[in-house]
């Protein structure tokens, strides 16, 4: 488990505006957990997903890490939850009922949301890809949100603020894996930028094919969404790789780790 706290100190929050709300995005690989003084994002955690962990073993992390602010979350009663580990769903929610006494929202496309789905199946969009649409779509449009996670998502929300979906690529680290398993002389490799794009090592050699086959994947299908949409977009990633992979984007204008925790705040803020 890894976590990063932005919090600088306790904060109050007595005006109903700025009320606490936890945020809990329950991904493949990762959970990341958010604090919210309003719209201000004030904590943030991550944790692993792989565990197969009950509510009171959840009860008991999650009290560690939003220990400082456990009574606004109480006060408040505002948890919203959005999986798509639907074991880990249930989990949750014990967990939110013991720690906190309250019952969470749960992120489907029957909540409100702000976004119009123009889909076929609404039902078989992820809870992530759902939260991506509803954060970007009160802001400039077309928007595609680019999302680096187990699986490297592309969601389009058109000019007239409707989800009409989007591509699904293999992960960073799930190619990468897959790679070294089934090339057995291969050794693992860090994932970064390398130093150089033509490798003068196997070393090198794999990072430079792992980084830029991933930027160039984002680069080619943006520019394919942006051709069926027959107009450019506002491009933003998200994810833990995304810091990594943007600056040498061609396409991704603009970087937000937390994107899809926002995008949960709004869904929650629009149901209460």
């Given at each position: 488990?890894?976590?990063?706290?932005?919090?600088?100190?306790?904060?109050?929050?007595?005006?109903?505006?700025?009320?606490?709300?936890?945020?809990?995005?329950?991904?493949?690989?990762?959970?990341?957990?958010?604090?919210?003084?309003?719209?201000?994002?004030?904590?943030?955690?991550?944790?692993?997903?792989?565990?197969a962990r009950t509510g009171d073993e959840l009860s008991?992390?999650?009290?560690?890490?939003?220990?400082?602010?456990?009574?606004?979350?109480?006060?408040?009663?505002?948890?919203?939850?959005?999986?798509?580990?639907?074991?880990?769903?249930?989990?949750?929610?014990?967990?939110?009922?013991?720690?906190?006494?309250?019952?969470?929202?749960?992120?489907?496309?029957?909540?409100?949301?702000?976004?119009?789905?123009?889909?076929?199946?609404?039902?078989?969009?992820?809870?992530?890809?759902?939260?991506?649409?509803?954060?970007?779509?009160?802001?400039?449009?077309p928007a595609i949100v680019v999302d680096l996670g187990?699986?490297?998502?592309?969601?389009?929300?058109?000019?007239?603020?409707?989800?009409?979906?989007?591509?699904?690529?293999?992960?960073?680290?799930?190619?990468?894996?897959?790679?070294?398993?089934?090339?057995?002389?291969?050794?693992?490799?860090?994932?970064?930028?390398?130093?150089?794009?033509?490798?003068?090592?196997?070393?090198?050699?794999?990072?430079?094919?792992?980084?830029?086959?991933?930027?160039?994947?984002?680069?080619?299908?943006?520019?394919?969404?942006?051709?069926?949409?027959?107009?450019?977009?506002?491009?933003?990633?998200?994810?833990?790789?995304?810091?990594?992979?943007?600056?040498?984007?061609?396409?991704?204008?603009?970087?937000?780790?937390?994107?899809?925790?926002?995008?949960?705040?709004?869904?929650?803020?629009?149901?209460?």
């Amino acid at each position: 488990m890894s976590g990063r706290s932005k919090a600088k100190g306790r904060r109050s929050l007595p005006r109903k505006q700025d009320e606490a709300l936890l945020a809990i995005d329950v991904g493949n690989t990762q959970t990341v957990l958010g604090v919210f003084a309003g719209e201000q994002l004030i904590s943030l955690w991550r944790m692993s997903s792989r565990l197969a962990r009950t509510g009171d073993e959840l009860s008991v992390l999650v009290e560690s890490l939003c220990r400082t602010h456990l009574e606004e979350i109480r006060r408040s009663g505002r948890v919203v939850i959005g999986s798509v580990v639907p074991m880990l769903t249930q989990e949750f929610e014990a967990m939110t009922h013991r720690l906190f006494e309250a019952r969470p929202l749960i992120v489907t496309n029957e909540v409100r949301c702000g976004v119009q789905f123009d889909l076929p199946d609404p039902t078989s969009i992820g809870a992530d890809r759902i939260a991506n649409a509803a954060a970007v779509a009160g802001g400039s449009l077309p928007a595609i949100v680019v999302d680096l996670g187990t699986a490297t998502t592309f969601d389009v929300v058109n000019g007239r603020g409707h989800y009409i979906g989007g591509a699904i690529a293999p992960g960073i680290r799930t190619s990468a894996d897959e790679l070294f398993r089934r090339a057995a002389r291969l050794a693992k490799v860090e994932i970064r930028k390398p130093r150089r794009r033509i490798g003068r090592t196997t070393e090198e050699s794999i990072q430079s094919g792992i980084f830029y086959s991933a930027v160039g994947t984002i680069d080619g299908i943006v520019r394919e969404l942006e051709a069926e949409l027959r107009c450019s977009a506002r491009v933003i990633a998200t994810g833990g790789l995304a810091p990594l992979v943007a600056p040498s984007s061609r396409v991704i204008q603009e970087v937000d780790e937390a994107l899809t925790l926002r995008g949960f705040a709004r869904i929650d803020s629009l149901n209460r």
